[in-house]
DNA sequence: TACGGCTTGTTCAAATTTGAACTAACCACT
DNA sequence: AGTGGTTAGTTCAAATTTGAACAAGCCGTA
């Protein structure tokens, strides 16, 4: 194994700031959702990404991959929400197996009201205060990691493809 | 109230791609805590942050405070890590409430032992996919978030200060 | 010294999240 | 049709997290 590369002085600012601003910004959403509608973040976000597709409806599997939530986070979740009446649960007809999570009118409904002022906590708190070419590199920054972590399968890091250990 | 401000296209695909980031980041940490030392990642942290101290030990509302948690979870971490001997409690001298959380010589090595592949996998994942530029603006950033929301005093946004609701 | 008003840390119940185990269904191939 | 391997979604137990309630100690002021 390589000598540890440790985190220069910037890059550990960097990373402490980060860890702090989300945990700081997932507290400040989660009250305001609390207050202004009764969901949690989680549950604003599935509503929000269903009523994003067409006939607003999702499978269950694709929507966990999505919001990077467990199989059975999710299950939990639409179960609450159904029970609050904001999205109903369809069987696939092209598959027997899948479920399809349907946002309601009620469910269309309550996020349309909720939303300004989630995306006022949002803006107000990271948004508004990054320039269009902070908020670019931003989304670049992102990206990236998204896609490295999207890409590389589950398990140690390697600097080399599996099993191409020296020996 | 105003209209609402929605996101822009390139906000919106900021948020998004932050969102799935810091998800998939968190399982990607805590997986590798797991296995390489069976701590969680806030476990990782409070021993961490005690570390950087001298003496090593921080009173339990300031760590609280410092990690973003609150007092009562993170009790119940301090309470994992007594039982693991890698974190022990001594009472304040000069408040008789206080209580310090002090890191032990076997949490020291769990640390030590612990870093390396826990700064491989932040690196690995988000900060060397990062230009020094890159690394710079997203400090800047997060610190400028964090200093609104700290200063921000909890509850419903306001454009002006309490009390100047105009009537 | 005695008295409110705060602050500290813990306890407790409730909500959430996860992975493992499980059932049912799909699918390629015989 | 039958078989083995995979996938979809749920159930379950265990771990974690939070806020409210609480007991104890601090502190300025009467």
Redesign the interface.
Known sequence: MSE????SE??M???V?????????E??IE??LK?DSGLTHAQY?ILARLSEHPDARLRMTELAR????SKSGLTYQIGQLERRGLVTRTTCPSDERGVFAVLTEEGSRCLERT???H?????????D??T?E?????????????A???A?P?G??RSSPPGKSPG
Chains 1, 2 share one sequence.
């Open positions: 540890t590369r440790w985190l910037s890059e600012a960097m990373w700031a980060y860890l702090s601003a989300t945990h700081l910004l507290r400040r009250d305001q207050v976000e999505r919001l990077i939530i939303a300004p002022e995306v006022a906590v949002v803006r107000a708190f990271l948004i205060r990054l269009p902070e908020v670019e590199t931003m989304r670049r920054i992102m990206t990236k990691a998204v490295a972590m999207e590389a589950a140690p890091l």
